[in-house]
């Protein structure tokens, strides 16, 4: 089984920063893909960011320019620095990793979010 737990959602003020985090924790034997991704009330689930373990990243258009994603592959641990939050931010925040994991079994595992809110 491999885990994935996020931290650091909160309420800011527009414009402010915030800095998730994600962990991911079990049987890894690699990871190779990890991404952000965020789902507002009544929207569809979307990716925010993703890097790859030789750290390409890819960013959403409405990201671009403010958030900035990075990982510690040694310690399984990814990050997302959001800043100049604006109000449309808000939503719950998702980390899923992908890889290999004891014997070489592929898993794609996703955290249980967390809550981002960005008040004007």
């Known amino acids: 089984q491999v885990q994935v737990v996020e931290s650091g959602g909160g309420l800011v003020q527009a414009g402010g920063s915030l800095r998730l985090s994600c962990a991911a924790s079990g049987s890894i034997v690699s990871i190779n893909d990890m991404g952000w991704y965020r789902q507002a009330p009544g929207k569809q689930r979307e990716l925010v960011a993703a890097i790859t373990r030789g750290g390409s990243t890819n960013y959403a258009d409405s990201v671009k320019g403010r958030f900035t994603i990075s990982r510690d592959n040694a310690k399984n641990l990814m990050y997302l620095q959001m800043d100049s939050l604006k109000p449309e931010d808000t939503a719950v925040y998702y980390c899923?990793?992908?890889?290999?994991?004891?014997?070489?079994?592929?898993?794609?595992?996703w955290g249980q979010g967390t809550q981002v809110t960005v008040s004007s």
């Open positions: 899923k990793a992908e890889g290999l994991r004891t014997f070489l079994r592929p898993f794609a595992s």
